[in-house]
């Protein structure tokens, strides 16, 4: 199945500049601001930004993950963007001076063998890289060391579900060598929670259920940390803001006197991930004794996503995505 626009893989690109010139910043960038600050505010809690190697899977025309690092002076040990717009389009033009150190990747298919997990000479693991520089149109390869921390906004609803599970179960290969090391890998995603009532986004090849989408993640041996509302409609969630904060109604209604509904949907949206109408999950590599908090799906019952296709994520339809081709 592929969108409305007849794609299988979307390389819809959300643009600031487009917001700014309609004087208006959606809540979906509002929403993605934060997540980049989260990031951030993760890596300085724990004091390892400068020793963070990101690798941030469909880093986005912008490449605002870095951008925003970089501004910050939060100068990491690398940053790797990879995206499956052509890499022309990827914009590095701010770490020219190269005190930021990154690298990006244009029409790249994370899940296909232009990414392979490969030995270095000197016995370390890393992960090679085939794809468009930014320059230009040109091949361009290149072998980094594993990294710390990876990066997946909003990329998974622009890619079919038997895709989605390839994506997550070699994050879950580079992870799990990554925690071999004795690193400490972690792994930041976002998607919007696919509502039946709601429909998807006529751009987005496979929105998920949230409860799905968490199976498929720990299915594929990832363990879930945290899930996190991004933004949420208010007639989702303040029935139960009320009931679980007394008081809350009183606080609520006195940001709604200032903050306009599109705001104000970013506010209380980490409180209830399920609710939110996008969630973003933290996710750590395979964890001996782990308890799995998302019980077994069925393949057959309600649609789990908005495509066709959404039986293809349980694993006896995982041949449905040729990673050798990138064609689902």
């Given at each position: 199945m592929?969108?409305?626009?007849g ?14 010139a ?42 605002p ?31 020219h ?27 370390r ?52 060598l ?7 890998p ?6 919007p ?13 496979n ?14 041996g ?27 109604d009183k ?46 799906l ?5 649609p ?25």
């Amino acid at each position: 199945m592929a969108n409305a626009r007849g794609k299988s893989i979307d390389n819809t690109h959300l643009s600031v500049d487009t917001a700014l010139a309609r004087g208006f910043i959606h809540r979906d960038y509002v929403a993605h601001c934060l997540r980049w600050t989260y990031v951030m505010k993760e890596m300085a809690r724990k004091q390892v930004y400068k020793t963070s190697r990101i690798l941030d899977i469909g880093c986005g025309v912008d490449v605002p993950l870095a951008k925003t690092l970089y501004s910050s002076r939060y100068i990491v040990e690398h940053y790797i963007g990879m995206d499956w717009n052509h890499g022309a389009k990827l914009d590095i033009t701010p770490f020219h001076t190269g005190k930021f150190p990154v690298d990006v990747f244009g029409r790249v298919d994370f899940a296909s063998n232009q990414v392979t997990i490969e030995e270095t000479a000197d016995g370390r693991m890393g992960i090679n890289i085939v794809g468009e520089n930014a320059d230009g149109n040109k091949p361009n390869e290149d072998f980094f060391y594993l990294p710390n921390v990876i990066t997946c906004f909003e990329m998974l609803e622009h890619i079919e579900p038997a895709h989605v599970r390839a994506v997550l179960t070699k994050v879950r290969t580079i992870m799990n060598l990554a925690a071999a090391e004795g690193q400490d890998p972690i792994f930041y995603m976002s998607t919007p929670n696919y509502d039946s009532n709601v429909g998807h986004a006529a751009n987005h090849v496979n929105e998920m259920d949230h409860n799905a989408l968490g199976w498929l993640i720990e299915e594929c041996g990832l363990t879930i940390k945290r899930e996190i509302g991004t933004f949420a409609s208010q007639r989702d969630y303040v029935h139960k803001l009320y009931a679980d904060f007394p008081g809350a109604d009183k606080v609520y209604q006195a940001l709604a006197d200032v903050y306009d509904s599109n705001y104000l949907a970013t506010i209380f949206a980490p409180l209830y991930p399920a609710d939110a109408r996008n969630c973003m999950w933290t996710l750590g590599p395979t964890k001996e004794g782990y308890e799995r908090k998302y019980p077994m799906l069925q393949t057959d019952g309600a649609p789990w996503s908005s495509s066709e296709n959404w039986r293809h994520m349980f694993e006896g339809f995982a041949d449905a995505y040729n990673p050798a081709t990138g064609v689902v």
